[in-house]
Nanobody, 123 residues
């Protein structure tokens, strides 16, 4: 079973950037589609971005299109989320997840999850 560990979260001012990383272990990384989700206080977890096994196909939630970019380096067992033009409403715990199959944006398809990393955007 793949294990996922996120890093790169922190405190940033509005308009700033962060890059999240998610390192996978104990599995064949390129067997999995990878996604990023987030959960803000008092809200349900929501889909942010995902990519196919080779990374050629990506999908984004409308609220982050043009600001966030998902990418992966299979040789490093790592998926990234580059976040630019951050807004206070982007404040949340960000989770990476792995899916063996299924449409990219559906949370139910992701069977493996990291512990999350906190992103806080100040105004």
């Amino acid at each position: 079973q793949v294990q996922l560990v996120e890093s790169g979260g922190g405190l940033v001012q509005a308009g700033g950037s962060l890059r999240l990383s998610c390192l996978a272990s104990r599995g064949t990384f390129n067997n999995y589609m990878m996604g990023w989700f987030r959960q803000a206080p008092g809200k349900e977890r929501e889909f942010i971005a995902a990519c196919s096994r080779a990374g050629y196909t990506t999908q984004y939630a409308d609220l982050v299109k043009g600001r966030f970019t998902i990418s992966r380096v299979n040789a490093k067992n790592t998926v990234y989320l580059q976040m630019n033009s951050l807004k206070p409403e982007d404040t949340a715990i960000y989770y990476c997840a792995a899916a063996s199959s299924g449409p990219l944006p559906y949370e139910k398809n992701y069977g493996y999850w990291g512990q999350g990393t906190q992103v806080t955007v100040s105004s």
